[in-house]
Each structure stands twice: as C-alpha cells, then as structure tokens.
C-alpha cells in the first residue's frame, strides 16, 4: 500500500469514526457489537460455515478482539 | 467476491457512497428486495476498521432509503450465490425490511456500574459460619449456596440498573416506534427504534438528558440492528 493510499485509509477511518459514535471509545464497543452481533443475518458460501456456526463471524469476533487486547494486531 | 451492506424493498441512490476499502456501493436487483453491495477482488479480511467502513456506509444507505442492515461479514462468491442466500429467507428477510425500513435507532446506557441505594446483602436465611448446622453443611453445597445469592446480588444490581435507565430516559419514549431493553455489551440499555427524520431530533434529546445526569451515555443514530 503507498503511502498516499495509507494516509486517505487513515483519514476514511477517522471520518467514520466521527460520524459513528463522535471519534469517542465511550460507544464504540456499543456499536461494533452491533455490527458484529445483530442485523440481518444472510448466509454466505458454505466455506463461510461449518455446523451451523459462521466461520466469518466467529472470525470477525476473533480478529476485532485480536485487535484490543495487548500486543494485538493494529 | 460480493460484500453485503443492506436489504431494501425501494433502491436508494448510492451512486458515490463508498463502503470497505472505499469500494462504491450499488444496488443488486435480488426480487422481491434489493441488495446494497460492494464487490472486490478479494474477500476483505474482518478488522474493525473494515467493520466501522461497513457500519458508516450502511448508515448513509439506511438514512437515504427504505433499508435493513446486514450485519458484518455477509461475503458472497458472486450475484448468484447471493440471490440463492437471499431466496433460502426470502419472508424473514422481507418481514425484517418491513419492519425497520425508514427507522434508525438510538441507544441509552448508564455508563459504569449503578450500584443500588441500599447495599444488596446476603440472603436472610444464610446461616453464619459459627452455626453449627451451618458447619455439617458439605462443602461443595456451601460453595453452590454461595455462588446462588452472589449470583442473585448481581441480578437484583442489573435489575436495578435497568430501572434506574428506564426511569432515566423515559422522556425518549414518546418518540420511538419501540423501545426494547436488554443487556448489551457494557450492561443493560434501552434501544429506541425512532423514524428517520425524528432520529437526529431523538439523540440530541437524549444527549440533553445525558447533560444533566452524567450517568447516560447515548448511541447513534445507528442502523436499527437490534431490531432486525
């Protein structure tokens, strides 16, 4: 990724931010919860599950969880 | 591979809207409903970025049309695998549309923990430690005992707290199609479903309300996730 392309992710992520939950922690895990956890639910390719479990979701629990925890991804 | 923001039974104008990994938004003709979609190279891998990207585009598509949202992670190979996942639920799918189309929601929560007034304290019939009945009492079934009313000391603060919320914010009541309380990731909180164009009006409300009683924080307007 250049750095010009890096630097406007950066800025796309900030802007959501504010426009989400006003660039605060405070609601942020109120929202990804929603994201991650409620809304409609349309089942993917069959490689997305296994016994009825949504490897993309737990997936997404994973790496979001990943990304909070100390020494997590970023 | 087919990245799935919302469903819709009247299309929006998406055109430059951009979702994750700033990919446009379009709108996929899916029957009965319509599809909000980005599509890409690659399966994007889940982060919270992406998840936020996905959060802020199905917002703008739910503020601009008649939308329900998806949650994160609907990735399909193409249009036909989407059209076949979307016709396995067609109704429920459909009855979701109908019921949170033109809504967005606001949320309420204390933030931290509101402990009650009166301390919750052991159960009345906990017999002391110098009880010599209380010392024939095997071990494993004291240590049940005692899990059982520390277990029903967290429920009676929970339920306290959900009260005190209630109470808190029940001048947001009037202003939503429906109210649902349950216990969300950082303890209990009201959702309120409100119309669109009443959503900004609700939260500023409810910031009024978080003004004068530190104890709120409010959420959203958001895509009415808990309601589908």
Known sequence: ?74 | MIHLYALTDDPPAVGGLTGVDDALLRVMDAGDLHAVISEHDQPPRATRDRALAHAAATLAVCRIGHAAPVRYGAQHADETALRAALDERAARLRASVDRVAGHLEVVVRFDGDVAPVEPVTASADAASPDDPAEQSVPAGRAYLEDRLRQQRAEEAVRLHAADALREATAALDAWAAEVTEHDGPQGPERCLLVVTKDADAVAAAAQELAGEDHRIVVGGPWPPYTFV
């Open chain 1, 1 to 74: 990724m250049s750095d010009n392309e890096s630097a406007r992710r950066v800025s796309t992520t900030a802007a959501n931010e504010t426009t989400l939950h006003g660039g605060g922690e405070t609601t942020l895990v109120d929202l990804l919860d929603r994201v991650i956890d409620r809304g409609v639910v349309v089942h993917g390719d069959l490689v997305l599950g296994v016994a009825g479990v949504d490897l993309v979701h737990v997936g997404v629990r994973l790496v979001l969880r990943g990304v909070d925890e100390p020494g997590g991804m970023r």
